[in-house]
C-alpha cells in the first residue's frame, strides 16, 4: 500500500483485528530542510518503508526511512550525493493511553483509526543527518588563502609563515657560530 504525503494511513481493519499486518510505503513529497538547519537539498521523495503489526493490541511500526540528497563537503565544498537510511520503531498509542506518561513523545498517536506519518518522516530526517559530511575522512580542504581546493594538489602559497621568534632565533646562532 503506498500512500502519498497528506494522506494518513488507515489502521481500521488492523484495530479490529482483521488483518495482523499491514505492509506499507510513506513517500512524503517535496520535502525541504529549513533553511540554515541543514544544507540538503533531497532528491525524490522521503521514504518510510515498513509495516505495522498488532501482537494483540500491541501496535507497533517498524520501518526503514530512505532519503537520497544533494549536500556539500563540509571541508573543500565539492558537491555530494548521498542517502540516508535510519531504522524506525515505534509504538503506536491513542491519545488517551500516552496521557500523563513522561515518553507520551515516543510513541506515534492515533488521530481516530489513522495514522499521519509525515510528522514522523521529518523527524526522523532531522535526527538521522549527520552534523557535516565529508567528502573523505582524509578531505584537505581549500588553502584558506587562494581558496584552492587541496585535494587536487598543492597550491603554491607558502607552506607556513615563518614564526618571528624563530627567525631572531636562527639569526642569533648564525652569529654565534660565525664568531
Ligand atoms: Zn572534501
Ligand atoms: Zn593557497
Not at 107 to 124: R, S
Not at 141 to 153: D, F, H, I, S, T
Not at 154 to 165: G, N, T
Request: glycine share 8%; aromatic share 6%.
Amino acid at each position: 500500500m503506498v500512500i502519498n504525503s497528506g494522506e494518513k494511513i488507515d489502521l481500521s481493519a488492523l484495530l479490529a483485528g482483521e488483518i495482523l499486518c499491514l505492509p506499507f510505503e510513506f513517500r512524503l513529497k517535496d520535502f525541504s530542510p529549513g533553511k540554515g538547519y541543514v544544507d540538503i537539498e533531497p532528491i525524490g521523495d522521503v521514504i518510510i518503508d515498513g509495516r505495522i503489526i498488532n501482537n494483540e493490541g500491541y501496535i507497533r511500526l517498524e520501518a526503514v526511512l530512505t532519503m537520497h540528497y544533494r549536500t556539500a563537503c563540509a571541508r573543500c565544498a565539492v558537491e555530494l550525493e548521498r542517502t540516508l537510511h535510519v531504522p524506525v520503531e515505534r509504538v503506536i498509542a491513542t491519545q488517551a493511553q500516552v496521557e500523563g506518561a513522561e515518553d507520551a513523545d515516543d510513541y506515534l498517536i492515533l488521530e481516530g483509526e489513522a495514522l499521519d506519518l509525515a510528522p514522523l518522516a521529518t523527524e526522523e530526517v532531522y535526527l538521522g543527518l549527520p552534523m557535516r559530511e565529508l567528502c573523505s575522512e582524509d578531505c584537505r580542504g581549500l588553502c584558506p588563502k587562494c581558496g584552492k581546493n587541496l585535494n587536487e594538489g598543492p597550491c603554491s602559497c607558502p607552506e607556513r609563515e615563518p614564526d618571528p621568534r624563530l627567525a631572531i632565533l636562527s639569526k642569533w646562532s648564525e652569529k654565534y657560530n660565525n664568531d
